[in-house]
């Protein structure tokens, strides 16, 4: 097995690194430019490890890198093996994983199997004629007997999702645009192909993966019309139209997923494997597999989804804890590339109180580049639009550009991200909001995004100790983390009003979001400023 293992200290118990670990999940293109040509590069990555080794972070995602059209920026794939010459070289990589292991930090990358490029020279091949050996690498259906689509299946990205293939007569399956062809995970050949692709990324010594859209692989054999959705109204995005019962979440998907999950197992037992799946509770767990042999983390996006209210996210919380198979561990989500950052959510204030739940709750936090600093989404001029679906569906609110804008790293020119003209606008608060301002504000984001992360790291009760909800009223939601051991609690006041919380007994204030005095002990009220968090240590 080639490749170099994290230099991480070892823990005494026998946990998987990634239950105690926090991810930072990178958006390459807007990350660290080192060339000057205004977009985030694997050498820019590799520049900025000392801040993320600084920050506290124990994996990094990076989304796709892939030799890439970038027709959806990555996510249409046409050679799984290559590095993509706007991000760097295969050996750029090999000395990111060289650099970022000698500092104890694992690096995940984004595997994308659900779809290729249509420029992949597997779909070139497919599409050359009906009976090429790989056609059947992808979805083709004859047209519906009026000639239109085979059936009433939507792109993400909106409109059908089958596109005509003239030259052979036969439609093909695009789940996002019709650059990025699905392929046709039923087919033996494929799986075997793509397991490969995982092969050729662990050897060269990377720790797992996040599976793009997991819960799309496989789609229904008999290709039924979808439902309509009777919910669906006109600011949902266009695909909502139809409930995807039949195009998602198929029963053989599970299968899938344990395969990759044995590759993965190949290599010992610490590489971890991620899904990105939006669903409801009760289906989303089932993605941790049969006896656990499915993903480790199935992504949890409640906190992305949910109505910012203190009863409504307890409720999230503990139908989620009860939802989860046994030994099933799990993991909490702000903010991500495709929706708005949690910032611009909840606003700036609140956001600080995110971060505490964030990294109080039980499970793997993964958090988002640019949320320690309290970025905002930007504004995007007309002019300056790159994402498609935007393009596609415009003025809507849709659009995945202003949570993709360049990293706020200092004063100087386009923020210290780039030396060229950046491929996205930087936000217009880069000034005040920047890692070189916020470091050394002790009451900035960033500062108490790093004290949150070195706490957890420093406490069982945090990372690996028990959940318990704690009555509270209206806007607070409270919490404790417990072991054997120690007890904390965690009170959030998710309104902008001062609130009042019962402890369930006495305790000590440890870090709190609006600056409460260090130490301080509270008997048994414990009042709370508008939008402030507080943890703090029981006593007794
Ligand atoms: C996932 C990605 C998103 C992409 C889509 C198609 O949802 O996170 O950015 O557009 O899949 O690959």
Redesign the pocket.
């Known amino acids: 097995m080639k490749g170099t293992s994290p230099d991480v200290e070892v823990h005494s118990s026998q946990e998987p690194w990634w239950r105690r670990g926090v991810i930072y999940q990178i958006y390459p293109r807007s990350f660290q430019d080192s060339n000057g040509d205004g977009i985030g590069d694997i050498r820019g990555i590799i520049d900025r490890l000392d801040y993320l080794v600084w920050l506290g972070i124990d994996a990094v995602w990076i989304s796709p890198i892939f030799f890439s059209p970038m027709a959806?920026f990555g996510?249409d794939i046409a050679d799984y093996r290559k590095i993509d010459p706007l991000f760097g070289t295969l050996t750029d990589f090999d000395q990111l994983i060289e650099a970022a292991h000698r500092r104890g930090i694992r690096i995940l990358l984004d595997y994308?199997p659900?779809?290729s490029s249509d420029r992949h020279q597997w779909f070139l091949e497919a599409r050359s004629s009906r009976d090429n050996p790989r056609r059947d690498f992808y979805i083709w259906r004859d047209a519906a007997p009026d000639g239109g689509p085979p059936n009433n299946w939507q792109s993400e990205f909106g409109g059908s999702a089958w596109e005509l293939d003239a030259a052979t007569g036969q439609y093909y399956y695009h789940a996002?645009l019709k650059e990025?062809p699905d392929l046709n995970w039923r087919n033996p050949e494929v799986r075997r192909e793509m397991y490969d692709v995982l092969r050729f990324w662990l050897d060269r010594g990377v720790d797992g993966f996040r599976v793009?859209?997991m819960w799309h692989l496989i789609k229904d054999a008999e290709f039924r019309d979808n439902p309509q959705n009777p919910d669906w109204t006109e600011d949902m995005p266009p695909h909502k139209s139809v409930l995807s019962i039949y195009s998602c979440d198929q029963e053989e998907v599970h299968d899938v997923v344990s395969e990759m999950r044995a590759v993965l197992d190949e290599y010992g037992g610490d590489r971890l494997l991620i899904g990105?799946i939006y669903l409801p509770i009760a289906r989303l767990v089932a993605y941790y597999g049969r006896d656990l042999r499915g993903a480790h983390l199935p992504f949890n996006f409640r906190l992305i989804e949910a109505q910012w209210d203190a009863r409504h996210i307890e409720r999230q919380i503990v139908e989620y804890e009860a939802a989860l198979p046994e030994g099933g561990w799990p993991n909490w989500v702000l903010s991500n590339?495709?929706k708005p950052r949690i910032a611009s959510r909840v606003g700036r204030d609140q956001a600080r109180v995110a971060a505490m739940m964030l990294l109080t709750l039980r499970g793997t936090p993964t958090i988002y580049y640019g949320d320690e600093i309290g970025m905002n989404d930007a504004p995007i001029p007309p002019e300056r639009v790159q994402d498609p679906f935007e393009l596609r569906v415009p003025g809507r609110g849709f659009g995945r550009d202003p949570q993709r804008t360049p990293m706020q790293w200092d004063n100087t020119v386009n923020a210290g991200f780039s030396t060229g003209s950046p491929w996205l606008p930087l936000a217009p608060d880069k000034d005040s909001f920047n890692v070189e301002a916020e470091r050394s504000d002790p009451h900035s984001m960033l500062s108490l995004y790093r004290r949150l992360i070195a706490f957890r790291r420093e406490n069982d009760a945090l990372n690996l100790g028990r959940y318990a909800s704690v009555e509270a009223d209206s806007c607070v939601l409270a919490y404790l983390r417990e072991t054997e051991n120690d007890r904390y609690l965690i009170a959030l006041n998710l309104g902008p009003e001062p609130a009042v919380l019962e402890t369930p007994g006495q305790c000590r204030i440890v870090i709190s979001t609006e600056g409460k005095a260090e130490g301080e002990i509270v008997e048994e009220k414990l009042h709370l400023q508008g939008n402030e968090g507080v943890l703090a240590e029981m006593m007794s």
């Open positions: 959806d996510y994308v659900n779809h996002f990025q793009d859209v990105e590339h495709d």
